[in-house]
């Protein structure tokens, strides 16, 4: 079992499902070919307590955290790719922004960059194996920052190295997943603008239409700073396609609250909208807040 879940929930899960025989959180992918052999190893001398012995060591070295909170880049050296055109690229790991309902920060850590010169490497190499698009991949893609700067010292911004893998020969067409609205620079409206092989596509989760909604899920930004980002990628000299997510039934969210996300996604006129019923997320700080909605009236409010 991988993931997110895994990493938090840890050890807890092989009590929950005893057929479980591997747990690795997101991370520790990079020890999975060892973590693979041991059990394999673990199960050819005594099938199942030796088995279960090698899960519970590995456990113990998967959900530590503190070799990701000093560590400031990273680098990835498995990535399946199933598509033979298109190709997934992590170009950050982890998230520093805290929403008070989002479980990633605790199980995904710090962020880390990986740099710009091994970013474009990969893109390079996957040009020559004949893959024509390519998606960048981070919790917050935005907040990316070069490391290092590579051997011309000069460290790329998440927008310059957008523009940068857009220009790779043979590469048609680079998406970007997910931005997050505080840290969506008019400089990333700039290079769709300039760079043709930058998809005309945005998704910029919104996540709520009022300010006070905002405020209690910490999301970092208002209704206005958020309509400003839409103002510019409205003025774009291409069409450029928006879309987002939003959550209903945050606990406080009034009957006004709603009025408000309703008026925005009017105001917006998105492409297209993710919209989910809000859950509570195990030791996540919007646990705590009270006013819960009842699931019904969550159901209300999504359905319109
Ligand atoms: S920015 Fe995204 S990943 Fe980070 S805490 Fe908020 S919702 Fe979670």
Redo the contacts with the bound molecule.
């Keep these: 079992m991988l993931g997110c879940v895994a990493q938090q929930e840890g050890e807890k899960i092989f009590e929950r499902a005893p057929h479980v025989s591997l747990v690795c959180g997101s991370a520790s992918y990079r020890k999975l070919p060892q973590m693979l052999a041991q059990l394999e190893a673990g199960k050819s001398e005594a099938p199942n307590p030796a088995a279960r012995k090698v899960q519970a060591e590995s456990l113990i070295r998967i959900t530590g955290l503190d070799d990701r909170e000093t560590d400031k880049c990273f680098e990835t050296e498995f990535t399946a790719r199933t598509n033979p055109h298109r190709g997934y690229i992590t170009i950050i790991e982890g ?1 520093d ?3 008070s309902y ?1 479980v ?2 605790f199980t995904r850590g710090k962020e880390r960059s990986r740099t710009a010169e091994s970013v474009l490497a990969e893109a390079r190499q996957m040009a020559d194996l004949g893959y024509t698009e390519i998606q960048l991949l981070g ?2 893609v935005n907040s990316y920052k070069d490391p290092t700067g590579g051997s011309s010292g000069k460290k790329k911004t998440f927008a310059e190295l957008l523009a940068a893998v857009g220009e790779v020969p043979g590469i048609r067409r680079v998406r970007f997943t ?1 931005s ?1 609205p505080r840290d969506f620079g008019r400089d990333i409206v700039d290079a769709i603008d300039a760079v043709p092989t930058l998809c005309d596509h945005v998704h910029l989760p919104v996540q709520s239409g009022s300010d006070r909604v905002l405020n209690a899920m910490q999301r970092l930004y208002t209704r206005e700073q958020y309509l400003e980002r839409i103002a510019w990628m409205k003025s774009a000299k291409r069409e450029i396609s928006i879309t987002s997510d939003i959550i209903v039934g945050f606990p406080g969210e009034t009957e006004e609250d709603f009025a408000e996300t309703l008026a925005l996604l009017d105001e917006v006129g998105y492409d297209s909208v993710f919209t989910f019923k809000y859950s509570p997320r195990p030791n996540t700080p919007s646990l705590a807040l009270d006013d819960a909605i009842p699931d019904q009236e969550k159901s209300r409010r999504l359905k319109r």
């Design positions: 998230c922004k805290f929403c989002c990633v920060p919790q917050n997910t997050h």
